[in-house]
């Protein structure tokens, strides 16, 4: 059957509803064309982006003249857009990762991609030919970092050059997939500023910890699956002053400082032959050789927060780190939990005693069901009190105050009006805080 006819059939009405076959074969014909032609300009450095996707598109235009099929000047268009964007970018999804509004794109194997807008998860309509078109993106993107994803490593961790988190799954692991998810990270980080405009913290909040950071209290930053707390360790950090040296170790490097003297440090998985591996713990103990003024880990998810606290109760103060836990006393059990992961057979009530004494604030986030993520907690550990670590909270949300016709929270962030025990600490750095950040709010009753 011609090609024409077979164009001419799949444009029939019980035909809709899919990708149109005749042009993906089209397409793939073209990419081949396209890469032998252009193969080596691809991976040339000397050439600019502008110059580079110059070049593919002539090349395209060219490669389509000579192919005889009845295209209208609308699929041309959309013809070009979708090799040059599997040629220089991440095929199909490559739109999706340059719209601003756009947060985390889910690929849930080729046929379905999800995004999040808004804190609210849609449908993309986007979507690749079949599954061996999403595996190359996918070996595209983890080969730019130096990682490998087949049968024997089916799970990668990776990021992209701007620094967005990557997470693929293959077969066998990934039934119907393979399985592709990225967060966005924005090129332009967030600032605090960002912060208090999206409400996620208030401008007194943000002042209070700004001191913390400038007064080298070490801080945990605690919270669910995306609610925010890699950018908010991200903020943190920027409050560190320009003159200290900071040392960052995360499994995939994520966060963007803006200071001069910075080292980040990034884990490296097994190789083939299951050797080579670097983990958070090795990187964080190499940091303490290192003479850093501050630490920042990207993430405790295991044995580290054992070398975290020793770290933070050995004259390395003001180190930041996050913990997945949905309430700031969770994120300390948490924490014990991952200090009984490092194999030492330590009584709890020790690890308790090191925890109360290493750390100073929690930050306590959360995604709310509109979709908004907001800092629901900051809390001050005091100390210890028998068998248990005493915690005050020094701001708390006031979900009290119910939320609009449109379902979004209209509570905010505000202070309890207990002026921390280390106020004292800070005053000795120079570092005062005056009577306004913590002047006590009324919280709405909560309807019965």
């Given at each position: 059957?011609?090609?024409?006819?077979?164009?001419?059939?799949?444009?029939?009405?019980?035909?809709?509803?899919?990708?149109?076959?005749?042009?993906?074969?089209?397409?793939?014909?073209?990419?081949?064309?396209?890469?032998?032609?252009?193969?080596?300009?691809?991976?040339?450095?000397?050439?600019?982006?502008?110059?580079?996707?110059?070049?593919?598109?002539?090349?395209?235009?060219?490669?389509?003249?000579?192919?005889?099929?009845?295209?209208?000047?609308?699929?041309?268009?959309?013809?070009?857009?979708?090799?040059?964007?599997?040629?220089?970018?991440?095929?199909?999804?490559?739109?999706?990762?340059?719209?601003?509004?756009?947060?985390?794109?889910?690929?849930?194997?080729?046929?379905?991609?999800?995004?999040?807008?808004?804190?609210?998860?849609?449908?993309?309509?986007?979507?690749?030919?079949?599954?061996?078109?999403?595996?190359?993106?996918?070996?595209?993107?983890?080969?730019?970092?130096?990682?490998?994803?087949?049968?024997?490593?089916?799970?990668?961790?990776?990021?992209?050059?701007?620094?967005?988190?990557?997470?693929?799954?293959?077969?066998?692991?990934?039934?119907?997939?393979?399985?592709?998810?990225?967060?966005?990270?924005?090129?332009?980080?967030?600032?605090?500023?960002?912060?208090?405009?999206?409400?996620?913290?208030?401008?007194?909040?943000?002042?209070?910890?700004?001191?913390?950071?400038?007064?080298?209290?070490?801080?945990?930053?605690?919270?669910?699956?995306?609610?925010?707390?890699?950018?908010?360790?991200?903020?943190?950090?920027?409050?560190?002053?320009?003159?200290?040296?900071?040392?960052?170790?995360?499994?995939?490097?994520?966060?963007?400082?803006?200071?001069?003297?910075?080292?980040?440090?990034?884990?490296?998985?097994?190789?083939?032959?299951?050797?080579?591996?670097?983990?958070?713990?090795?990187?964080?103990?190499?940091?303490?050789?290192?003479?850093?003024?501050?630490?920042?880990?990207?993430?405790?998810?295991?044995?580290?927060?054992?070398?975290?606290?020793?770290?933070?109760?050995?004259?390395?103060?003001?180190?930041?780190?996050?913990?997945?836990?949905n309430a700031p006393r969770d994120s300390l059990?948490?924490?014990?939990?991952?200090?009984?992961?490092?194999?030492?057979?330590?009584?709890?009530?020790?690890?308790?005693?090191?925890?109360?004494?290493?750390?100073?604030?929690?930050?306590?986030?959360?995604?709310?069901?509109?979709?908004?993520?907001?800092?629901?907690?900051?809390?001050?550990?005091?100390?210890?009190?028998s068998e248990v670590i005493v915690l005050q909270?020094?701001?708390?949300?006031?979900?009290?105050?119910?939320?609009?016709?449109?379902?979004?929270?209209?509570?905010?962030?505000?202070?309890?009006?207990?002026?921390?025990?280390?106020?004292?600490?800070?005053?000795?750095?120079?570092?005062?805080?005056?009577?306004?950040?913590?002047?006590?709010?009324?919280?709405?009753?909560?309807?019965?």
């Amino acid at each position: 059957m011609s090609l024409y006819k077979r164009l001419h059939e799949a444009s029939r009405p019980e035909q809709l509803g899919g990708r149109d076959p005749v042009l993906d074969e089209l397409r793939q014909k073209i990419h081949h064309h396209l890469i032998q032609e252009l193969g080596p300009l691809l991976y040339n450095q000397r050439l600019s982006e502008e110059e580079l996707r110059r070049q593919v598109t002539e090349q395209l235009q060219l490669a389509l003249a000579q192919e005889r099929v009845p295209l209208s000047a609308a699929d041309k268009i959309g013809l070009i857009e979708d090799i040059s964007d599997d040629v220089l970018g991440y095929g199909p999804i490559d739109r999706l990762l340059r719209d601003d509004t756009i947060s985390e794109v889910m690929c849930n194997g080729p046929n379905l991609v999800y995004v999040e807008r808004n804190g609210k998860l849609e449908v993309s309509g986007v979507t690749f030919v079949d599954d061996t078109h999403l595996r190359r993106i996918i070996d595209k993107i983890v080969a730019q970092v130096g990682r490998r994803i087949d049968e024997s490593v089916p799970m990668v961790d990776a990021r992209l050059p701007d620094g967005s988190r990557v997470n693929a799954v293959v077969h066998p692991l990934a039934i119907g997939g393979p399985f592709l998810t990225i967060r966005k990270f924005s090129a332009d980080p967030y600032t605090v500023q960002d912060l208090i405009n999206f409400g996620t913290i208030s401008r007194p909040t943000a002042q209070f910890l700004r001191a913390c950071v400038e007064g080298r209290l070490n801080v945990i930053v605690s919270g669910g699956t995306g609610s925010g707390k890699t950018t908010m360790l991200n903020v943190l950090s920027s409050f560190i002053p320009t003159d200290e040296r900071i040392i960052t170790v995360e499994d995939a490097k994520e966060l963007q400082l803006k200071q001069d003297h910075v080292l980040a440090l990034e884990t490296r998985p097994r190789n083939v032959e299951g050797k080579g591996e670097v983990t958070i713990r090795d990187l964080v103990r190499n940091t303490l050789r290192m003479r850093p003024d501050r630490i920042v880990v990207g993430e405790c998810r295991g044995g580290e927060a054992l070398d975290m606290l020793q770290a933070m109760n050995t004259g390395h103060d003001g180190s930041l780190t996050t913990v997945h836990a949905n309430a700031p006393r969770d994120s300390l059990a948490r924490m014990e939990t991952l200090v009984l992961m490092a194999g030492m057979d330590l009584p709890v009530r020790a690890i308790r005693e090191q925890m109360a004494s290493a750390v100073d604030v929690i930050v306590q986030l959360s995604r709310l069901r509109d979709g908004t993520r907001r800092v629901t907690h900051v809390t001050e550990v005091q100390g210890m009190e028998s068998e248990v670590i005493v915690l005050q909270d020094v701001f708390l949300f006031d979900f009290g105050m119910g939320v609009d016709e449109n379902g979004k929270f209209m509570g905010r962030l505000k202070s309890t009006g207990i002026r921390p025990k280390f106020t004292e600490k800070l005053a000795d750095h120079g570092i005062r805080l005056g009577p306004e950040v913590f002047a006590a709010e009324s919280f709405a009753r909560r309807p019965s």
